[in-house]
């Protein structure tokens, strides 16, 4: 089955530009859910915050995704971090790992498409 999308930019690039849409609506989750957060420590590395506020900050695509990256690798909480954690911070671990899961939908999209002719990626 294709799609407009499909037909207009091929499907491997249509692919992409859909992982791409659910960073964004993914990395809006992030950004709603860490205004709930006073203490990102449990959480993460030190930059987290500031990698929250890049996200926050972030008008193009380019920008969401470099930030996304950034969070991902701050993020560092593990469910034995978490205690009693109050739902608050439990949303935001969960909108941070769904983050972190379409990055690698976005990953996965961006390697589906075959090299151009010299070895150049069109993506």
């Known amino acids: 089955m294709t ?4 037909d207009l930019l091929g499907p ?13 609506s993914a990395g809006e989750e992030v ?3 860490a205004q709930a957060i006073t203490d990102f420590r449990p959480l993460g590395t030190e930059e987290l915050p500031a990698a929250v506020a890049a996200l926050r ?8 995704e470099s930030a996304a ?9 593990r469910s034995t971090d978490l205690g009693e954690a109050p739902a608050e911070t ?5 909108a941070a790992l769904r983050l972190r899961l379409t990055l690698h939908t976005l990953d996965q999209a961006l390697a589906a498409v075959p ?4 070895g150049a990626s069109s993506a």
Do not use: N, Y
């Open 3 to 6: 799609t407009d999308l499909d």
């Open 69 to 77: 990256r950034w969070i991902d690798r701050t993020f560092t909480a």
């Open 90 to 94: 439990l949303e935001f671990v969960a």
């Open 31 to 33: 950004v709603h859910t």
């Open 12 to 24: 491997e690039h249509a692919r992409i530009a859909r992982a791409r849409k659910l960073l964004e």
């Open 115 to 118: 090299p151009e002719p010299g």
């Open 57 to 64: 900050a972030s008008e193009h695509v380019d920008e969401v």
